[in-house]
T-cell receptor, first 117, second 113 residues
Framework: GAVVSQHPSWVICKSGTSVKIECRSLDFQATTMFWYRQFPKQSLMLMATSNEGSKATYEQGVEKDKFLINHASLTLSTLTVTSAHPEDSSFYIC?????????????FGQGTRLTVV | AQSVSQHNHHVILSEAASLELGCNYSYGGTVNLFWYVQYPGQHLQLLLKYFSGDPLVKGIKGFEAEFIKSKFSFNLRKPSVQWSDTAEYFCAVNHNAGNMLTFGGGTRLMVKP
């Protein structure tokens, strides 16, 4: 099956610094990738839709200046958490579906656990 | 906006017991339906999906789900659970071609050996 890889798997950073998370589709291309956030013991909440070659679409309540998304190629999207604070600590997950295929499920990365201290 | 509800937040079963996890969604149009499982420390894995056709869908590891359009439901079932089924289960729905998913709140299943 299709593989989506996230890097890093976990990261600890100091408050006020920025952290970049990468999401790569390893064996397929995707014009659209999705970024989710999962708080402990809660479900996944869609943060934004990453669009290759254009601006990301953010869900209501998600600060676009705080969570910078860049979709530079058909296989890579990045999420940068800027000026991170402890409340940004969470599990961030990306997903993507192969370009041009209908009726296919989205494939998920393994997630990135961010801890801001 | 569409929403997805999973009625059971925590379920504890003994091995060999039967399992049914409820999932209801609110969107009235055509939907695609999914069940994902997240084992401890691992990423989401697809258990099964429904796009069209037979409303009874069989997935991996002995799981199945039935789409009942009139009830806006897509309940997950397994006749006999195993200890290795201990995990969190998420129902998800999308109603567009962009693969954006709306997730239910998740059900944490614990199977006692």
């Amino acid at each position: 099956g299709a593989v989506v890889s996230q890097h890093p798997s976990w990261v600890i950073c100091k408050s006020g610094t920025s952290v970049k998370i990468e999401c790569r589709s390893l064996d397929f291309q995707a014009t659209t990738m999705f970024w989710y956030r999962q708080f402990p013991k809660q479900s996944l909440m869609l943060m934004a839709t990453s669009n290759e070659g254009s601006k990301a679409t953010y869900e209501q309540g998600v600060e676009k200046d705080k969570f910078l998304i860049n979709h530079a190629s058909l296989t890579l999207s990045t999420l940068t958490v800027t000026s991170a604070h402890p409340e940004d600590s969470s599990f961030y997950i990306c997903s993507a579906a192969p370009l041009g295929r209908t009726n296919t499920e989205a494939f998920f990365g393994q997630g990135t656990r961010l801890t801001v201290v | 906006a569409q929403s997805v509800s999973q009625h059971n937040h925590h379920v504890i079963l003994s091995e060999a017991a039967s399992l049914e996890l409820g999932c209801n969604y609110s969107y009235g149009g055509t939907v695609n339906l999914f069940w994902y499982v997240q084992y401890p420390g691992q990423h989401l894995q697809l258990l099964l999906k429904y796009f069209s056709g037979d409303p009874l869908v069989k997935g991996i590891k002995g799981f199945e789900a039935e789409f009942i359009k009139s009830k806006f439901s897509f309940n997950l079932r397994k006749p006999s659970v195993q200890w290795s089924d201990t995990a969190e289960y998420f129902c998800a729905v999308n109603h567009n071609a962009g693969n954006m998913l709306t997730f239910g709140g998740g059900t944490r299943l614990m199977v006692k050996p």
